[in-house]
């Protein structure tokens, strides 16, 4: 039997998604929380792997297990034994041709700053921070340049293992409410460190310290170490991920609701 859950997470106190030999990754959490559950070993399979202090509202897994067990107690079971910071929204039983990652149609990011003077208290962690008056529509125009299916390797990580820098963005829009500018992207698949590397090339622009066409000019050098670096993960949330209606995977009830976390 295969199930799916969906989990959303504050990544402030972790490593990441991806267990790791040391202690501290939200894949570890989550797969030990589910091994209570069903009394044996969980390995778990997720739609996107986040990173160290990169946040969650809409994160998609699935497992396979023989154990039976009510999806009610999937759910509150595998909270009680989950961190605070972390929780499971919901689950259900998904066809066997399902996989949390390969069966991805699109997903969707969301990267919020906090354009004020005065750092972020309340928001510690939640959302990035720049000091310097930033102009969304600057950053708006240089974004189209993005759109569409490139060669982004000017804006994926060193270490990013994936086979093609080849991305299809179908979308990347920013906008202002009061003191945050927020931008959202979406995208059959991301690099590593994609997000915050566009962010980093956005940020030059909206501050006036690069032309609105650096950011053409970045996409087509290929070369990351000519592209701005890599932008804060405090501001970064998944938010949505799509898959084929086939599957009947729930959609996310409020996910513009990220917008002034």
Not at 106 to 133: A, D
Not at 186 to 200: D, E, P, Q, S, Y
Not at 226 to 241: C, E, F, N, Q, V
Request: charged share 25%.
């Amino acid at each position: 039997m295969k199930i799916a859950l969906g989990i959303e997470y504050c990544g402030t106190q972790y490593c990441g998604w991806q267990r790791q030999e040391i202690p501290g990754s939200i894949q570890e959490n989550v797969e030990d929380a589910l091994s209570k559950i069903a009394d044996q070993q969980i390995k778990i399979y997720c739609a996107g792997r986040t990173d160290t202090g990169v946040h969650a509202l809409h994160q998609v897994i699935h497992f396979e297990t023989e154990v039976e067990r009510k999806m009610y107690s999937w759910i509150v079971g595998t909270n009680v034994n989950l961190p605070d910071d972390i929780s499971v929204l919901w689950a259900k039983v998904v066809e066997d041709d399902f996989h949390a990652r390969f069966s991805v149609t699109m997903r969707t990011y969301r990267y919020i700053i906090l354009n004020r003077r005065s750092r972020p208290g309340l928001q510690t962690g939640k959302v990035s921070w720049e000091c310097q008056p930033l102009d969304e529509n600057r950053m708006q125009l240089a974004a189209e340049s993005l759109i569409g299916e490139h060669d982004f390797t000017s804006f994926r990580a060193v270490a990013c293992q994936a086979n093609s820098p080849i991305r299809d963005v179908r979308s990347l829009e920013l906008s202002r409410i009061d003191d945050y500018v927020v931008l959202e992207i979406k995208a059959n698949a991301f690099l590593h460190h994609m997000v915050r590397n566009i962010v980093g090339v956005l940020l030059e622009i909206g501050s006036g310290q690069a032309d609105i066409s650096w950011a053409a000019e970045v996409l087509a050098l290929k070369d990351r170490t000519k592209s701005a670096k890599t932008a804060a993960p405090d501001g970064l949330y998944l938010t949505m991920i799509q898959y084929p209606e086939k599957y009947g995977i729930p959609m996310p009830v409020h996910p513009q609701c990220s917008s002034l976390l």
